[in-house]
Nanobody
Framework: QLQLVESGGGLVQPGWSLTLSCKASNFDLDRYAVGWFRQAPGKEREGIACIGSDSDPTVYRNSVKDRFAISRENDKHTVYLRMTRLQVEDTATYTC?????????????????WGQGTQVTVYS
């Protein structure tokens, strides 16, 4: 069964950092672009970062581009999202997805494999 599994979420205070991981099982993640998406309660899902199959390109949502960094280790079938200077507004369920292109456009059509998500809560 093809799977993406996220980990690394948690409960943190503003200004803290977290690193999320997205690990693939039973397929070659290195062939795919990977996107990170988040959804807060009552809000639309939004794309926040994506990375091409060979780590190029990397694309970020404006609200996170100076604080978050996406990277990958293809030999470990894993993509990371390093999040620094977390803000209360970053509270959401974070989900990774694998697809052919690094894009935030029409994610449900652009990405073929999705994880279940990991919760990030930033409380003050």
């Amino acid at each position: 069964q093809l799977q993406l599994v996220e980990s690394g979420g948690g409960l943190v205070q503003p200004g803290w950092s977290l690193t999320l991981s997205c690990k693939a099982s039973n397929f070659d993640l290195d062939r795919y672009a990977v996107g990170w998406f988040r959804q807060a309660p009552g809000k639309e899902r939004e794309g926040i970062a994506c990375i091409g199959s060979d780590s190029d390109p990397t694309v970020y949502r404006n609200s996170v581009k100076d604080r978050f960094a996406i990277s990958r280790e293809n030999d470990k079938h894993t993509v990371y999202l390093r999040m620094t200077r977390l803000q209360v507004e970053d509270t959401a369920t974070y989900t990774c997805a694998a697809g052919d292109l690094c894009t935030f456009f029409s994610p449900q059509d652009s990405y073929s494999h999705w994880g279940q998500g990991t919760q990030v809560t930033v409380y003050s």
